[in-house]
């Protein structure tokens, strides 16, 4: 498969079926076929789909009104939904900017940033780090901080200079470093490139949890959270976690950087939000950065026309809600290990898995031609999305990812099912699954 039809496959430019409606974990085309959705699309249905509770609330709203600019009013949903998340985050975590995805939550975590800085008279620190095999959004802002190669590379030229440190992945270390290793060696990293760019240059390090699109749900190693929290501030430098994929619960703690024990300094979050019912992100902020932005600008300088949109709040509101009325982000931690067995299990025997990781309903299972020295299968086999098709064809909805491991070659495909569900639905996940990656390996001459 060459690059056009690649992007054809994977990012809807080709011919695709016509959705028609979805309940629950299943959606449904306009011909009838039925699909469980095993990744909730883009990790963002957390809920399912057609939650009528959720549809009543929007509904509710709209009848009211559908959006009350937020520097003409303020409104109900607005309010509620600002208390939820100051609750759910804790830790400080109380200021917020609500906006309509992930990379807008990036691109106001980014300014954020950059404005507490310049309130604090630091006009020299303009420059962000980030880390190779990561993504953090569509924005020119957010694809410069960004470390993924196929994405970036039309607009090279347009972009920040951004640092890019190695990936942080015990399955993949960084040359001549031992798995065990990979937490102090990249940390290590960081402060090394800080002190070379100049500490008094170095705006923010901005990096995922637990990565997801651009590594395939890879959790940051033990102790490394904890590492670039002090080295940051021993350095003046803001830590930025972006948890728009991995956070809200998805990894079974509300935030995903609660289960290494860290708070951050500034926080983007979305798909989980408002679980897909409408566009809604949030760039979350401490009350330290918050004071000083305060005190000489009134207010964070980001935010758009439709920030703190009324009726993707109220929907926010319902969904965040029902998550904590039914336990669903307890449910997810406790079924982490459950789901991480049973793809192992399923899977048991295909020679070209190489590596089933991630947290809660997170997990990345990566391919490899060879599992004694990880080496990749060849990028033109394309056996991610071979993977995908072969599933989709059965019904099932899972999310590829390929390139991971130098932004050409690797295959990984993510599981990600909706916090609510069943245990028989997650049986049908992994069994459809398990079967597509058979067979699209075998098709490959690797079964």
């Known amino acids: 498969m060459n690059a056009p039809a690649r992007a054809a496959a994977l990012f809807g430019a080709g011919p695709l079926p016509k959705v028609a409606w979805g309940k629950g974990s299943y959606v449904y085309d306009t011909a009838g076929k039925r699909y469980i959705d095993g990744s909730c699309g883009p990790a963002v249905y957390c809920i399912g789909h057609g939650n009528e509770e959720v549809n009543a609330a929007i509904g509710r ?49 980014l300014k954020i940033a950059l404005q507490y800085h310049a309130a604090r008279g630091e006009m020299s620190r303009r420059r962000f780090i980030a880390r190779e095999r990561s993504w953090h959004g569509n ?66 390090f901005i990096f995922e949890p637990v990565v997801g699109a651009a590594g395939g749900a890879v959790p940051a190693p033990p102790g490394y959270a904890r590492a670039v929290r002090e080295i940051c501030d021993r350095h003046g430098v803001l830590l930025i976690a972006d948890e728009v994929m991995c956070g809200t619960g ?73 998550i904590k009325r039914e336990n669903l982000v307890q449910r997810v931690h406790d079924n982490g290990a459950k789901l991480t067995q049973m793809l192992r299990t399923a899977l048991h025997g295909v020679d070209a898995v190489g590596d089933i990781r991630g947290r809660g309903h997170f997990i990345g299972i990566e391919f490899v ?46 599981i990600a099912p909706p916090y609510n569900a069943t245990d ?17 390996v075998a098709a490959i001459g690797r079964g």
């Open 61 to 109: 709203q709209l009848d009211k009104i559908a959006h009350g600019y937020r520097y003409t009013f303020t409104s109900d949903p607005l309010e509620e939904l600002t208390e939820i998340v100051k609750t759910q985050a804790g830790n400080g975590l109380e200021r917020m900017v609500f906006v309509t995805g992930g990379s807008e939550a990036t691109e106001s975590c």
């Open 139 to 204: 924005t020119l802002g957010a694809l410069s901080v960004s470390g993924f190669k196929e994405r970036r590379a039309p607009f090279e030229g347009a972009l920040l200079d951004v640092s890019h440190l190695s990936p942080v992945n015990a399955y993949r270390p960084p040359a001549n470093v031992r798995p065990d290793d990979v937490a102090r060696a990249c940390a290590d990293e960081l402060e090394q490139e800080i002190l070379r760019v100049g500490p008094d240059k170095v705006a923010a």
């Open 250 to 322: 998805r990894c079974g703690t509300w935030r995903a950087l609660e289960h290494d024990g860290v708070v951050p300094d500034i926080m983007a979050i979305a798909k989980g939000l408002a679980g897909g019912y409408l566009p809604l992100g949030a760039a979350v902020y401490h009350r330290k950065v918050a004071e000083p932005i305060l005190a000489v600008h009134g207010a964070a300088l980001t935010g758009h026309t439709f920030s703190g949109h009324t009726a993707c709040c109220a929907a926010g509101v319902a969904v965040q809600t029902i």
């Open 369 to 414: 031609a060879d599992r004694q020295t990880s080496e990749p299968f060849r990028a033109e086999l394309q056996l991610f999305a071979r993977i995908r098709q072969t599933a989709f064809d059965d019904g099932l909805i899972c999310y590829p990812v390929g390139g991971n491991v130098d932004g050409v070659n690797g295959d990984i495909v993510i």
């Open 424 to 440: 028989d639905e997650l049986a049908e996940i992994v069994d459809k699954f398990g079967h597509a990656a058979r067979k699209a």
